[in-house]
């Protein structure tokens, strides 16, 4: 587990819980860090704003750009224009799914559920969820991108189409990742079940808010240091920064 | 089976030894509705009927075209490429890929396929991406999402309507160790993909400038774009 408050560590500015498929709009001013942990089984759905709301997390510019097709760290993720918006900066995880998107309607399995019969154990997709959440910003449709997945596991098989394969059961209870933030960005999370998870069985996620920690020089910085994108886009950060 | 190739309309049987996976387009270029060249570096924007029929020409061989596609009705049912791959279930689009809206609507369908894969995983060039990519020196040189940007103003496609989108005729592989690297290509002149549109389609295309990697051959040419409805 990394430092946390209590040892000779960034301060916990806030803890906050999302419940099982729920959403939560999180901004992060840049140099703060979240410290996400999950309960065993979750998945968090997560979309990146940048302080330019049309700048926004690319997943494909972000793979490319670091030659993977998942994230993990310390890689950066990056927004359309370039700029690195956060840091992956640990995780007790190997790697974290960006290829599925998130759940929609026809993932929410079992009957139709309504608040006025199942109050707040009501189902909505991740879709729904964040749409929501989004629309509080004065955002909508156009502002979905492709999220980060974290805490899910989908493998690229080596067939001729690259099938996909869902591997249930990534995540145990505790698992947890880091994220330093490059930019002032709003994170959108949702912990609605992967797209591609058999069951319906969500979990909670955990966020502890970090302050920024002592600046240490970006080219001791494990993210800096991937790769030469991975450093181009710190650099660009930095001189969008002022 | 009639094969036809951007070099005019030809006729010759499918060889045998072709993967199953290949398909030629029966449809002949001389009862085409739309028949233009793009260049590298240009683009078009097709207004498709829904059943409509267009055809993507990779005229030099090595070319990417990138696309995206839109609902006519509705430009924020728009492509959406990590839906479409999710719920194939494979990374890659080829013939019989259902090319799916943000909404899980069907926008197109590909018909025919003499490629054999095409990538939706690396998005489309720009400028800010290729100076991440490959250094500053390179923001100036020109990349897809200024054609997209030039195209889309006439039908209101602008910075937020734009997302990821296909880059045809790209091949891209994914180790198993879940590294994404540009293939050797099935590079051939005269390779096509066809759709057939699901609904009434936008379709903004790109011959793409890169210049920087392999993706064109280090030799960005024109592709033809067909069209029958």
């Known amino acids: ?242 | 089976m009639t094969a036809v190739t951007g070099r005019g309309a030809r006729t010759s049987a499918a060889p045998a030894s072709r993967s199953a996976r290949e398909r030629y387009s029966p449809r002949t270029v001389g009862k085409a509705r739309l028949d233009v060249v793009v260049e590298s570096g240009d683009g078009y924007l097709a207004t498709v009927p829904h059943g409509g029929h267009l055809r993507l020409v990779d005229l030099h061989g090595s070319q990417v075209a990138a696309a995206l596609l839109f609902d006519a009705a509705d430009l924020a049912n728009r492509y959406s490429a990590v839906d479409t791959v999710r719920e194939q279930g494979v990374s890659q689009l080829s013939r019989g890929s259902v090319l799916l809206s943000a909404r899980l609507d069907p926008l197109a369908r590909i018909v025919a396929d003499s490629c054999g894969r095409h990538d939706t995983l690396t998005g489309v060039c720009a400028q800010e991406s290729n100076a991440v990519r490959f250094g500053e020196h390179t923001r100036h040189q020109h990349a897809c999402r200024e054609t997209f940007l030039r195209y889309g103003a006439a039908r209101g496609i602008g910075a937020r309507e734009l997302s990821a989108g296909i880059s045809f005729f790209k091949d891209v592989a994914v180790a198993p160790s879940g590294e994404l690297a540009l293939g050797d290509g099935t590079a051939a002149p005269g390779r096509h993909v066809e759709l057939r549109t699901e609904r009434d389609v936008l379709v903004l295309v790109s011959c793409c400038p890169q210049l920087n990697d392999a993706s064109n051959g280090w030799n960005p040419t024109p592709v033809r774009l067909l069209g029958w409805w």
């Open chain 1, 1 to 242: 587990m990394p430092t946390t408050a209590g040892r000779a560590g960034p301060e916990v500015l806030y803890t906050h819980t999302v419940p099982p498929a729920a959403a939560w709009s999180l901004p992060l001013a840049r140099g703060r860090s979240v410290l996400l942990t999950a309960a065993a089984g979750a998945n968090l759905a997560m979309l990146v704003l940048g302080p330019d709301r049309l700048d926004r997390l690319s997943v494909a510019d972000t793979l490319t750009a670091q030659g993977r097709a998942c994230v993990a760290p310390p890689m950066v993720l990056m927004s359309d224009r370039g700029l690195a918006l956060l840091s992956v900066t640990g995780s007790s995880l190997p790697s974290h799914d960006a290829l599925c998107g998130m759940g929609a309607e026809r993932h929410v399995p079992g009957a139709a559920t309504s608040f006025q019969r199942d109050r707040n154990d009501w189902r909505r997709s991740a879709r729904t969820l964040v749409l929501s959440e989004l629309a509080k910003h004065g955002l909508g449709e156009l502002d979905l991108h492709a999220p980060v997945s974290f805490f899910s596991r989908v493998c690229v098989q080596e067939d001729a189409a690259g099938s996909l394969a869902y591997l249930p059961g990534y995540c145990r209870d505790g698992d947890w990742v880091s994220l330093r933030a490059e930019q002032d960005v709003l994170l959108v999370l949702c912990t609605a079940p992967h797209p591609l998870d058999p069951q319906w069985a969500p979990a909670a996620v955990q966020a502890r808010v970090l302050a920024a920690g002592p600046a240490a020089p970006l080219g001791e910085d494990a993210s800096y240091r991937l790769c030469p994108q991975s450093a181009r886009a710190l650099e660009q950060s930095l001189r969008a920064s002022g």
